[in-house]
DNA sequence: TAAAAATACTCCATAGGTATTTTAT
DNA sequence: ATAAAATACCTATGGAGTATTTTTA
């Protein structure tokens, strides 16, 4: 059987008329007899009655006509599926976010994604290091990654997307936040709330290096995730160094100041080399999100 | 595109290798390739990535996988169920019954349709009288009725398939069920409960007939249902005659009497001409059941 | 260099065309 | 008598075969 043993009785039954059919068909009629014959025989079912004055569906040619239209309908929509596969517009594709960019991007991201990719089925996943997100771009458990440099594997394809100035975080009471701006040095003695250490957290690395260079050693506090972070500072358990964009998250209790010193960190998009065209098409999405979007 | 051109490519995808999905297709490599090519040509997407080393899906061609595997199982399922439909293994059949053997026979052929015709799906619709039946036979909205004959058109054909006997529906209490039997002529001056006159019910036309026989003309009380009319008897409003196997409907106040008259009255299979394949093994069934059932 | 896909070509099976017959109204 | 499907026969497209080349790991 083929999909042209399908096509012409199709055009039969919904003409009843052998000769109408073959026109619609742009082929003579007694191919089309032929064929839907041949079809018949390959069933061993009658499809149709026919006289020379009428052509009508049997019970079994009725319900073998709703199938066909399926079928052929399905095989349309296959071809046309592939298409969109094929030109990125339709797939599925799972993102790892950075815990200090969650809160910003992940809104962000899906609303933009949303609206310029709807056949896209993205997967979001947030609070994520930087060393988790490059392991499980290379796993293939993620295909994008929107990280804080630097990524240690040269293979991957890394793309810088914003330079962000870190942000001091403070309890709203607290002495330093009478002041427009802090310096990194007014943080000696203070108890710094930061990220998972042993290397694992850039940022918290960054600080670290900040605090040094401005003649400290902190003591630290650490928490997994930005939220629980500003909300230990909003408890007075200590003062953090954050991006800025973290200051999209506003917490009763702690508030955010400029810093003195120009301290950055940069945001970066990493993927595999040789990206599929859905993963193409949302790692140019993602980038232009995130470069036409002001971030303070 | 021809369903050729799914079973190659299905065929390819699932061994990864041409020459072997060649010799599963008992074909030679070199066509192979050329109708896999031609796929992709028409859909305008490469599925494959092929070097001579190794095959692989792309993203396109994985999503199109799916598909030409769904469209090849559904024209097997649609050929496997047009053969069902042309033996009259699948199908829909509404069927009539005659009030007085609704209470009996729905939840018989019921049964005895799900286990002899399970893919067919029986429409069973009860307390039809003889004229309607007939009307939503040659209207096509009945394919078998299950109906007290006579029926007044030529072409249906009508299959006797019981022989009843008349039975008294007694209050409880009336003098008359202290007998062990009835005659008809003790009816007289009780008021009957029958079906709906203008002749349309055959049963109450027997009725009327027998109590002429009498010697007497019933005062009569009709109601539309078998159930409405025992609980019309059981509430002491009337007394009534009817067939014997409405006796499997038992109402607490009303009690069944045999009449010393030998009052029959028939129950026929009635159908058009030329049924189709279902109709054919549902009426064969229904027969078969019906002349199998005991019934008193 | 060896395995496998692509290319080049050849052939024949069969889809489709033309002419005619059969059939049912 | 006529419209329409079936049959008979022919043609030619293109699916499939054979031989060979190309490619890459």
């Given at each position: ?163 962000e100035r870190l ?35 850039v940022v918290h ?92």
């Open positions: 059987m083929e999909l042209r043993h399908l096509r012409y009785f199709v055009a039969v039954a919904e003409e009843c008329h052998f000769g109408r059919a073959a026109e619609r068909l742009h082929i003579a009629q007694p191919p089309l007899s032929q064929q839907v014959k041949q079809l018949e025989a390959e069933l061993g079912v009658q499809l149709l009655t026919r006289t020379t004055r009428r052509v009508e569906l049997t019970p079994a040619g009725e319900r073998f006509l709703e199938r066909a239209r399926d079928v052929l309908t399905r095989v349309e929509d296959a071809a046309a599926e592939a298409r969109l596969v094929a030109d990125g517009l339709d797939g599925r594709v799972a993102i790892g976010l950075t815990g200090s960019a969650t809160y910003e991007l992940l809104p962000t991201l899906s609303r933009a994604l949303r609206a310029g990719l709807p056949d896209v089925e993205a997967d979001l996943r947030g609070e994520l290091l930087t060393p988790e997100q490059e392991a499980m771009l290379l796993a293939g458990e993620i295909d994008l990654g929107v990280l804080r440099p630097p990524v240690v594997d040269e293979t991957l394809v890394v793309r810088t997307v914003r330079r942000v001091a975080v403070l309890p709203e009471g607290h002495p330093l936040a009478a002041a427009e701006r802090v310096s990194v040095a007014d943080l000696a003695g203070e108890t710094l709330v930061g990220y998972p250490a042993h290397g694992r957290s690395l960054l600080v670290v290096e900040a605090c040094r260079a401005a003649g400290f050693v902190p003591r630290t506090v650490e928490v997994g995730e930005t939220s629980t972070l500003v909300s230990f500072v909003a408890a007075g358990l200590g003062v953090a160094l954050v991006p800025e964009s973290v200051q999209h998250l506003r917490i009763t209790g702690a508030t955010y100041r400029p810093l003195v010193e120009d301290v950055r960190v940069d945001l970066a998009l990493v993927h595999r080399p040789d990206p599929s065209p859905v993963v193409a098409n949302v790692v140019a999405l993602v980038e232009r999100t995130l470069q036409d979007e002001p971030h303070d």
